[in-house]
């Protein structure tokens, strides 16, 4: 595990980017959120807020409105906000909250990643199921995003030991990421790196 934060785009060619149906705004926005948690905990509170406005400037431009990903970043940014002293970050926090509350139809498009990878029993088993496949990941997804809305739930006042939030936040991206470039790693992305403290 590195000290700073990973560019994906280093390790995927850019078909591999396109195959997986990834942009260059999501490859991005990955980076800058990764960065913001990494400047949060290592203190560096200008270098933070420079990453969390350009993570919150590519999600504005580039994903829907329901997109978990623009929450998180607004979130984050009104954190950083606070770090640096600005007293008003409280409609960031609330324009955040209703990303997550409405980001129900994005999370019922995802979908499912093919893992089964161990013999040709479980792939043919994942094909012959995928249904019930799906529903279980389903399931997953929904825990994932009630988890973030709990903590941006909880976000009445900026929480003042953030550093340790997102140092937590930073190791459990790098820890639960997923390898491939799927769906199911944009969600975890906007959860893991999501620098709310623990509801």
């Known amino acids: 595990m590195s000290g700073g934060p990973i560019s ?9 980017l396109l195959s997986a149906g990834w942009s260059e705004a999501d490859i991005s926005w990955e980076a800058e959120a990764e960065a913001t948690a ?3 905990a290592q203190q560096d509170y200008a270098r933070a807020k420079d990453a969390a406005g350009s993570a919150l400037r590519l999600a504005r431009a580039e994903f829907e409105t329901i997109d978990p990903r623009l929450g998180t970043s607004l979130a984050n940014y009104g954190l950083c906000l606070h ?16 990303v997550w509350r ?3 139809p994005w999370i019922a498009r995802m979908d499912a990643p093919r893992v089964a990878r161990s013999s040709l029993f479980h792939m043919r088993m994942e094909v012959r199921h995928r249904d019930t496949y799906r529903a279980r990941w389903q399931e997953r997804w929904t825990e994932i995003a009630a988890e973030a ?5 909880a976000l009445d006042a900026p929480h003042e030991a953030l ?3 997102a140092a937590e936040s930073l190791a459990r991206w790098r ?6 470039l799927n769906d199911t ?3 975890m992305a906007a959860a893991f790196l999501l620098l709310a403290p623990p509801a």
């Open 163 to 165: 550093d340790a939030t």
């Open 8 to 16: 994906v785009a280093e390790t995927w060619s850019v078909q591999e």
């Open 149 to 153: 809305r709990a903590r941006l739930a």
């Open 38 to 40: 990494d400047a949060v």
């Open 102 to 104: 409405r980001a129900d």
């Open 175 to 180: 820890r639960e990421r997923p390898a491939m």
């Open 83 to 98: 770090l640096s002293g600005d007293s008003g970050p409280a409609p960031l926090f609330r324009e955040a909250s209703e």
């Open 185 to 187: 790693r944009k969600l």
